[in-house]
């Protein structure tokens, strides 16, 4: 005589084979961080020049120093806080010391299922001193997480002159 097993035992083991089976592991492969794009440019010629020394730091953030003395950046990414509404910093280009300050909005963005939400920013004119910085050209305005630069940052450049 055989030894039937009960249906609601088919019906439960049946279930759990799909659900396994059917639940493959994602992964995430898409940039999920929305960094402020800048690029740096020469005032006299208004060709790409990479500082020969970049020192970036945000003022009151966890994020203290980004670039330390750094040669050769191009584009430097900055952090914005997605639960402000403005952020500073201190950049430091070649020995001399400006100050820039971005407001902007912030709006959550779904980058896919596997990775989940990041925020994107919509920024307004930066603000700046102009100890080194002769202008700031915005050209684009959406901080997302496509490499496109947002910021262009005009600078007095002295070739040899640097601390």
């Known amino acids: ?16 084979i799909l659900i396994l089976l059917s639940c493959t592991p994602g992964s995430c492969f898409e940039e999920t961080e929305s960094f402020l794009k ?43 806080n997605s639960a402000a509404e403005s952020c500073s910093f201190v950049i430091i280009i070649n020995g001399i010391t400006d100050t820039l300050e971005f407001r902007y909005t912030n709006h959550p963005q779904l980058v896919s299922k596997e990775c989940g939400y990041t925020f994107y920013h919509v920024i307004d004119t930066p603000t700046f001193t102009t100890n080194n ?22 600078f007095k450049y002295h070739a040899g002159t640097h601390q």
């Open 1 to 16: 005589m055989r030894k039937l097993i009960p249906g609601n035992l088919i019906i439960i083991l049946s279930g759990l």
């Open 38 to 80: 800048v690029s740096f440019y020469d005032s006299t010629t208004k060709k790409l020049q990479a500082p020969d020394s970049l020192t970036i730091y945000g003022i009151n953030m966890g994020t203290n120093t980004l670039y330390n003395k750094t040669t050769k950046v191009q584009p430097a990414l900055l952090p914005l």
């Open 133 to 154: 910085i002769s202008y700031i050209y915005l050209a684009r305005n959406l901080i997302t997480n496509v490499n496109e630069e947002n910021i262009r940052i005009f």
